[in-house]
């Protein structure tokens, strides 16, 4: 775990990252990391705020297994409200599966790294069906009342309700899946989009970058790969050109 901004700290688990948003000794917690991940989510709270009473959210950023998967562990101990986008509530909840399966997967065997990645995923638990059935709404159209105070930004494709958050004052972006900057599948490094077997909706999830492109970021916190600083205009013109160069070969 790093702090990347006055009261903003990023941590990287088995294959993704989470972000904590500390203000007057309280949290916020943006994604969780995948089942495995359980202990140094806990350890980073208690690092940061001493006890999990002191966490006033958990926000997700979409209900993929990587983003939400130590959440259910974390409320038998922590009282705390988990808000997710509205389109993505019943994804949380176990109604719909809106995540790339094996069959995925096996389509898509001799992407590179595969082996490694499927590898990464069984350890760390990601074959488990996690739900979270007490997650509700989060408001839209504005900073949420809660520490760090993001601001959501729907950002559907990857998932149907997946929202980004925004932080004005600080000039960062947490991207979530929307925008990533690395993954153990991909070749390279610096912004670019997910392979598109991950997404609900690749071309929405392309289409949908625009939302970000005139916000006032600095600083790009993803769900995959390094923190990325620049424009994010120019992150995005970069994932595009990436995503161009790849359907093109
Ligand atoms: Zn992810």
Same mark, same amino acid.
């Given at each position: 775990?790093?702090e ?8 990287? &688990? ?10 007057d ?16 989510? $806990? ?6 705020? &001493? ?8 926000l997700?950023?979409h ?14 101990h922590w009282?705390?409200p988990?808000?997710?986008?509205? *389109? ?12 790339a399966? $094996? ?28 739900a ?12 949420? *009342? ?76 993803? &769900? ?7 424009k ?18």
């Amino acid at each position: 775990m790093r702090e990347v901004a006055d009261g903003v700290f990023f941590s990287s &688990g088995c294959g993704s990252n989470w972000i904590l948003l500390r203000e007057d000794d309280e949290l916020t917690l943006v994604d969780a990391g995948y089942p495995g991940d359980a202990p140094q989510v $806990a350890d980073d709270v208690r690092r940061l705020v &001493g006890s999990p009473s002191k966490v006033r959210a958990v926000l997700v950023t979409h209900a993929h297994v990587d983003h939400i998967g130590t959440v259910p562990g974390l409320l038998s101990h922590w009282d705390v409200p988990v808000l997710a986008h509205p *389109d993505e509530i019943p994804a949380l909840h176990g109604e719909v599966h809106d995540q790339a399966g $094996a069959r995925d997967v096996l389509a898509n065997l001799s992407a590179p790294h595969m082996a490694r990645w499927i590898l990464t995923v069984l350890r760390a638990g990601g074959l488990s069906h996690v739900a979270v059935p007490s997650a509700s709404p989060l408001p839209l159209g504005g900073p949420l *009342d809660v520490p760090g105070h993001p601001e959501p930004v729907a950002s559907p494709g990857h998932s149907l309700g997946h929202a980004a958050f925004l932080l004005r004052d600080a000039g960062i972006l947490l991207s979530g899946d929307a925008l990533i900057t690395g993954h153990r599948l991909s070749v390279v490094d610096g912004p670019q989009m997910l392979p598109e077997f991950f997404a609900r909706d690749p071309q929405a999830a392309l289409d949908g970058l625009d939302v970000f492109a005139d916000l006032p970021v600095g600083l790009i916190l993803p &769900g995959h790969g390094n923190p990325w600083q620049g424009k994010v205009r120019e992150a995005v013109e970069r994932a595009r050109v990436r995503s161009a160069s790849q359907t093109s070969r």
